[in-house]
C-alpha cells in the first residue's frame, strides 16, 4: 500500500526558513524519481522540485535558488529546505513518485494530507 505522509510545514514570516519531510512506503524508492508538490489556495497543484535515484534535482522556476531538494535512501524519505520564503510561496505542500515518460506528472493516485506552509507579509 502506498503512503506518503508529509511534515514540517508552519507559519514563517517572509523570508524565513522551514524544512519539509516526506516518507515514503509502498514504493521501490531506491528506483523511484521522487517530486514535491504544492497547492496554493484557490489554485490548483503545481510542481515544485524533482529528485532522481541518482540524486539529480530539478526545480520550478518560481523556487530556483531558495529550495534545495534532497532524498535519504536508508529512510525512504525526501526532503525540501525552503529558505528566503515569499508569502507566494504559501500552499499545501506534497510528495508523490514521478510518472516515468511524462513531464512531471505525479506517479501515484494516492496523495498524503500534506503539510501547510503559511508564510506572512
Do not use: H
Request: hydrophobic letters at 30%; one cysteine or more; charged letters at 20%.
Amino acid at each position: 500500500q502506498v503512503q506518503f505522509v508529509e511534515s514540517g510545514g508552519g507559519l514563517v514570516q517572509s523570508g524565513g526558513s522551514l524544512n519539509l519531510s516526506c516518507a515514503a512506503s509502498g514504493i521501490i524508492f531506491d528506483s523511484s524519481t521522487m517530486v514535491w508538490y504544492r497547492r496554493p489556495p484557490g489554485k490548483v497543484r503545481e510542481w515544485v522540485a524533482g529528485i532522481t535515484p541518482g540524486g539529480n534535482s530539478a526545480y520550478a522556476d518560481a523556487v530556483k535558488g531558495r529550495f534545495t531538494i534532497s532524498r535519504e535512501a536508508a529512510k525512504n524519505t525526501i526532503y525540501l529546505q525552503m529558505r528566503s520564503l515569499k508569502p507566494e510561496d504559501t500552499a499545501v505542500y506534497y510528495c508523490n513518485t514521478r510518472r516515468p515518460g511524462s513531464g512531471w506528472d505525479p506517479g501515484e493516485d494516492y496523495w498524503g494530507q500534506g503539510t501547510q506552509v503559511t508564510v506572512s507579509s
